[in-house]
């Protein structure tokens, strides 16, 4: 078995050959469930993740979430605030990207780091200006990546692949259809 940057490259080949071969493998829907904790706070539980039409229900409240805002923003600061879970969603994203894109390439990655930054302008949230969006105005990654043994131009084109390709950034920077039902 040969793996690089603690990816399994036989797993992530059969994985690709099986999506490849069968598009429905690579359907998935991840799910959150949530309930207001009184304020600005929130307690989420992962839900099921469903995989080609399966339902595993295994990742049902396996793990819990709180968010909360810093009392700057109206909140009691005793969780991190949805800003920082999405940056770090953005960073887990890339992390998964850039270690398996790496694996792939044969680069071997002696470490590496992000450091996120999301600007918010809170007169589009709180209304006072509609000409002003109420989400992050503009996400900052800064990418340190450790890989003595690779040419700067190759991990610039990997930099660039993950850029590509990670889910999370793609959610940010491209519309999505977010459907809110009231049950």
Known sequence: MTVINDIDIQALKETTAAVEANPQLGQATFSVDGGWQGGCRLTAQTGALTQAGERDESR??????????????????????????????????????????????????KGFRLELEGDIDLRGFLGIDPAIRPGLQQVRVHLHVDAPDTPCEQIQELVALVENRSPIRDTLVSPVDVVTTLA
Request: net charge negative.
């Open 60 to 109: 049902v409240a396996k793990y819990t979430m709180s968010s909360d805002e810093p009392v700057a923003l109206l909140g009691t600061d005793t969780a991190v605030s949805p800003a920082e879970y999405l940056l770090q969603a953005l960073a887990g994203c890339y992390t998964v990207t850039l270690a398996a894109l790496a694996a792939a390439q044969g680069i071997e990655l």
